[in-house]
């Protein structure tokens, strides 16, 4: 009786069943309405989908996600909601395979948390796995969504240019740290960029700032 008595309870109509959020790791294999990157697929003229892997070599994935940046804002992307809030004690870094023709920067944000790091891809049309690492950053709201930016801060033209402005990324994977040197298998990591500790000119103590969206554009 213990294997085969069974209850049920509470059977609702409904409009629909919803869309079923996503979960790490985030393969992209499962049916491509599963994935849950908002209403439009993305904001400011960022546009993500889930699609049939047209770039095989380096990733034998059937499915991954295209990100298209078209002309809108600078700050174009995507938002694919999760199944839940992330668990950081699982692991406090994140890879994600990235392709894509032309060297880029790629933005990962934690949303509700508000923490981002940025890695560059190197271009090549080639599939690179980059490593976003948020180790000591996790303290504080949580959060149950994660945006992509490529290149942001300019203007995309996926309409007309689309060989710059079509991106794909695949295979995020919560892990406990980066592999050596950050990038995971030739990717960019922390170590692309300098300690900002303003002390000196390698620190940014000389740096050029670009003020943007700000009034009277105060200087920094």
């Not at 869309?19 to 546009?47: H, K, L, R």
């Not at 889930?50 to 992307?77: H, L």
């Not at 940025?118 to 959060?143: R, V, Y």
């Amino acid at each position: 009786p213990d294997n085969w008595t069974f209850y049920f309870d509470d059977i609702t109509q409904v409009s629909d069943c919803g869309v079923p959020a996503a979960s790490f790791p985030i393969d992209f294999e499962a049916d491509p309405a599963s994935y849950d990157f908002g209403p439009d697929a993305g904001f400011g003229g960022g546009a993500s989908t889930v699609i049939a892997n047209p770039q095989t070599t380096g990733n034998d994935s059937a499915q991954v996600a295209r990100m298209q940046k078209f002309m809108a804002e600078t700050f174009g992307g995507s938002t694919l909601v999760l199944d839940g809030n992330v668990d950081f004690s699982s692991g406090e870094a994140f890879t994600m395979n990235v392709w894509s023709t032309r060297s880029v920067p790629v933005l990962v944000k934690f949303e509700g948390l508000d923490r981002e790091r940025m890695l560059t891809h190197t271009g090549g049309s080639e599939w690179q796995q980059l490593c976003f690492d948020f180790t000591g950053d996790t303290a504080g709201p949580l959060s149950s969504a994660i945006s992509f930016f490529f290149d942001n801060g300019v203007v995309g033209d996926a309409g007309n240019d689309p060989d710059n402005w079509t991106f794909y990324f695949d295979d995020i994977t919560q892990v406990e740290t980066c592999p050596t040197g950050g990038g995971g298998g030739g990717g960019g990591s922390s170590s692309d960029l300098p300690t900002l500790d303003f002390e000196g000119g390698a620190g940014g103590a000389d740096f050029t700032w670009n003020v943007f969206e700000n009034g009277d554009n105060p200087g920094v």
